[in-house]
């Protein structure tokens, strides 16, 4: 079900990189105004700004699994990064977030998904060697 965002609704979340909007979403103007990581990924206009939001873990999977941790199982997302042919290409999305990092920045994350992450990537991944 898509949304409205309303004006100046993200105003000043400068470091706001880790949302995702359901396709055929809008934002009124202004609604990203000084969100610096979203501007300089997607540019200031809202309509990039919310059509990059829309397909935000588009060819990252894994990464989308780890965001709707609430509804992915820990038997899920060991397939899921089994069935990634480049592993490393695929660990670091567009905001140089890993899963990881996906994972950590919700306000609940899974102990079995953090399991299932730290037993399917190698360390050097995991610590960046």
Not at 3 to 10: D, K, M, R, T, V
Not at 16 to 37: H, I
Not at 97 to 115: D, I, K, N, R, W
């Amino acid at each position: 079900q898509s949304i409205e965002i309303g004006g100046a609704s993200f105003y000043g979340c400068s470091a706001l990189a880790n949302l995702v909007l359901p396709q055929g979403s809008n934002a009124m103007e202004n609604s990203f105004d000084d969100c610096d990581l979203l501007q300089d990924r997607f540019g200031e206009g809202e309509d990039g700004i919310t059509t990059g939001l829309t397909s935000r873990f588009e060819g990252f999977p894994v990464h989308k699994l780890c965001y709707d941790h609430s509804s992915t199982t820990a038997q899920e997302l060991p397939l899921c990064i089994e069935n990634q042919e480049e592993v490393e290409e695929s660990f670091v999305d567009e905001f140089g977030m890993t899963p990881f990092h996906v994972l950590f920045s919700t306000a609940e994350p899974s102990g079995e998904l953090l399991q299932v992450l730290l037993d399917k990537f190698p360390s050097c991944y995991v610590l960046g060697w």
